[in-house]
T-cell receptor
Framework: DAGVIQSPRHEVTEMGQEVTLRCKPI?????LFWYRQTMMRGLELLIY????????DSGMPEDRFSAKMPNASFSTLKIQPSEPRDSAVYFC????????????????FGEGSWLTVV | AQKITQTQPGMFVQEKEAVTLDCTYD???????LFWYKQPSSGEMIFLIY??????QNATEGRYSLNFQKARKSANLVISASQLGDSAMYFC????????????FGTGTSLTVIP
């Protein structure tokens, strides 16, 4: 089975440019998560969706960041305009939220999008 | 309060020895899951092991076992017979059943296996 698929794997862009990161979750999973990882701040949850609906976006750093999930098989994270401090690895992950409050479904990560803003 | 606390930023272990990576958690939800992930230098996050709050026995997966002490709210990862390929960052995570299925991650422990 295909895992979580992210694109691009690597991106170098100039400050001020728009960056769009893409994610295809595992088929059948109904929860999708966007994380950012840096040396300074570790792994941070930016936003997560259940059944394509954003549930918690309190981790989104500022208005320059936006995320969408138009359908169950696709999500985007957009940064506009990008800044050097946005340089990080951005992970998309997916999970099945299960039923009846079951907590045992694990979260599977994509390989990450390595973003460098110069 | 931190949901997941990993107090060991870095650990060293001799090859073939066992090592324990600490994790404590904070929740009032009676139903939760605890997870460990490995992140090697290549960057991918690899799921290792899961423990449910109602599980009576400690989880095991090959050389990995989870020392689950519910009263102490700890979920330490034990790696037996360490191998050089075990050198990586290790993250403890928790999922609460009744709070929207969000995952909480600790800050990670960097493990170095010494030949």
């Amino acid at each position: 089975d295909a895992g979580v698929i992210q694109s691009p794997r690597h991106e170098v862009t100039e400050m001020g440019q728009e960056v769009t990161l893409r994610c295809k979750p595992i088929s059948g999973h109904n929860s999708l998560f966007w994380y950012r990882q840096t040396m300074m701040r570790g792994l941070e949850l930016l936003i997560y969706f259940n059944n394509n609906v954003p549930i918690d976006d309190s981790g989104m750093p500022e208005d320059r960041f936006s995320a969408k999930m138009p359908n169950a098989s696709f999500s985007t994270l957009k940064i506009q305009p990008s800044e050097p401090r946005d340089s990080a690895v951005y992970f998309c992950a997916s999970s099945n939220s299960g039923t009846g409050g079951y907590s045992g479904n694990t979260i599977y990560f994509g390989e990450g999008s390595w973003l460098t803003v110069v | 309060a931190q949901k997941i606390t990993q107090t060991q930023p870095g650990m060293f272990v001799q090859e073939k020895e066992a090592v324990t990576l600490d994790c404590t958690y904070d929740t009032s939800d009676p139903s939760y899951g605890l997870f460990w992930y490995k992140q090697p230098s290549s960057g991918e996050m690899i799921f290792l092991i899961y423990q449910g709050s109602y599980d009576q026995q400690n989880a095991t997966e090959g050389r990995y076992s989870l020392n689950f002490q519910k009263a102490r709210k700890s979920a330490n990862l034990v790696i037996s017979a360490s191998q050089l390929g075990d050198s990586a960052m290790y993250f403890c995570a928790m999922r609460e059943a009744n709070t929207g299925n969000q995952f909480y991650f600790g800050t990670g422990t960097s493990l170095t296996v010494i030949p």
